[in-house]
């Protein structure tokens, strides 16, 4: 069935380090895949989104990488701050083209 | 620009009783979809409202309904409820050109307990 799957469930980093947080999706004629962070009793907030016709975009502070040869989207954070401490989520469109699927999410912890 | 709101925020409730929660999405914004969120499951679609219309709808019993006003304005029932309807119920909202065109944007979601 489809799928999109995170290789780490959680992610411990210092404070000032870069972040990268990896998915593998399984709908190879996906061709929109986002990224949301979730912080504790809210709901998924947008981050960055890319479409397959890339395989790089730029944000403030946050890349998204995707390599459609190995079904494989990462999220990269810059100099990761405690703010960034939440849990992320990959997405990516269904076959059908009418949902959103959800990755199970890494939890992204920032020590100070 | 006012965010996606969901109310009530938090709900209790007992099996076999019916709730509704309330979703008002971005101004402008013309499509609602629903998500449960459960530990287990992560996040599952729901159904998706696009001008009152149910547009797309996702693998969830008949017990899980919707509907969507003139106003954009969605609510989603849920009768007859179970032990394993406890979840956060997360409403997104987005232009409405289609899932994979326009962003979508979530709601701060309901936590449903049902004991």
């Known amino acids: 069935g489809e799928s999109v799957g995170l290789h780490l469930p959680t992610l411990s980093v210092q404070e000032g380090d870069n972040s990268i947080i990896n998915c593998a999706y399984s709908?190879?004629?996906?061709?929109?895949f986002i990224w949301y962070k979730q912080e504790s009793g809210k709901g998924p907030q947008f981050i960055i989104d890319?479409?397959?016709?890339?395989d790089k975009r730029q944000g403030q502070r946050v890349t998204v990488l995707l390599n459609k040869t190995v079904k494989h989207l990462s999220l990269q954070i810059a100099a990761t701050q405690p703010g960034d401490s939440a849990v992320y989520f990959c997405?990516?469109?269904?076959?059908?083209?009418?949902?959103?699927?959800f990755g199970k999410g890494t939890t992204l912890s920032v020590s100070s | 620009k006012a965010g996606v709101t969901q109310t009530p925020r938090y709900l209790i409730k007992t099996r076999g009783q019916q709730v509704t929660l309330s979703c008002s999405p971005i101004?402008?914004?013309?499509?609602v979809s629903w998500y449960q969120q459960t530990p287990g499951q992560g996040l599952q679609f729901l159904f998706e409202?696009?001008?009152?219309?149910q547009r797309n709808k996702g693998n969830f019993p008949g017990r899980f309904s919707g509907r969507q006003f003139s106003n954009s304005r969605s609510e989603m029932n849920v009768s007859t409820l179970e032990l394993g309807d406890s979840a956060l119920y997360l409403c997104?909202?987005?232009w409405g050109a289609g899932i994979g065109t326009d962003t979508q944007y979530f709601g701060p979601g309901t936590r449903l307990t049902v004991l």
């Open positions: 997405a990516e469109v269904n076959q059908a083209g009418t949902a959103l699927i």
């Open positions: 101004s402008g914004h013309r499509s």
């Open positions: 997104a909202s987005s």
């Open positions: 709908n190879s004629a996906s061709d929109y």
């Open positions: 409202y696009f001008s009152e219309t």
């Open positions: 890319i479409r397959s016709n890339m």
